[in-house]
């Protein structure tokens, strides 16, 4: 990892941390109905080992098909410690480990779990191309990948503003001038379904396969 990577992982570790408290007041209610539809589009078979990247503070925890195997990771150690509360006081039958790791350095074996999702996290990412292909290799074959995110417009005003508002939402977490749907053209991913999410429709559902 070079300077400048260590730089942006430690940024966005502050800048999450700094969030953890009332991040379910900004980002629960206003994110929630991606998710949602997200997790609609996960195969409903029980007894799944599932991985959450950008787990946060376990929003998604009430989504996952009965008797999950979930494994959550986030950047930061205080969103993980909201998350272990909110696992503490659930009772549907999931298994749940939590870690603080860097996504796109993931320390688990190649063709680990069932399935892999990761919401709103592509954008905050500072080597999306190594996180989708970490993605791509802890997913079994033939395994989901599931993203949600919003992507650059392919052009017009639209895409300009995106890159000037791209700076300024940097500082809060995330980037705005990200083409992820042309990202994950460039990897091995399969996406089979795309599907816009939330107010406006400023995010995109990615239903993905490891072929």
Request: aromatic share 12%.
């Amino acid at each position: 990892m070079n300077t400048k990577d260590k730089f942006l992982g430690r940024s966005m570790e502050k800048t999450y941390s700094f969030y953890s408290p009332f991040y379910d007041l900004i980002f629960g209610k206003t994110l929630q109905p991606g998710r949602e539809l997200a997790f609609s589009y996960l195969d409903k078979r029980p007894y799944q080992r599932i991985l959450d990247i950008g787990v946060g503070t376990g929003l998604t925890f009430n989504l996952y098909p009965d008797q999950s195997y979930i494994v959550g990771i986030d950047i930061s150690a205080k969103m993980i410690q909201q998350a272990k509360k909110r696992a503490a006081i659930l009772s549907n039958g999931h298994q749940i480990s939590l870690y603080v790791m860097d996504a796109c350095n993931l320390e688990f074996e190649d063709e680990f779990f069932d399935a892999v999702i990761s919401p709103y996290v592509i954008t905050t990412a500072k080597d999306p191309l190594k996180l989708c292909q970490e993605m791509y290799r802890v997913c079994k074959k033939g395994g989901q990948i599931i993203i949600v995110n919003h992507s650059k417009s392919p052009r017009g005003l639209c895409s300009k503003f995106e890159d000037w508002l791209s700076p300024l939402f940097a500082r809060v977490g995330f980037v705005t001038n990200l083409d992820v749907m042309g990202l994950l053209a460039s990897t091995e991913i399969h996406v089979e379904k795309v599907i816009t999410c939330n107010t406006f429709n400023l995010h995109k559902v990615f239903v993905g396969v490891r072929k």
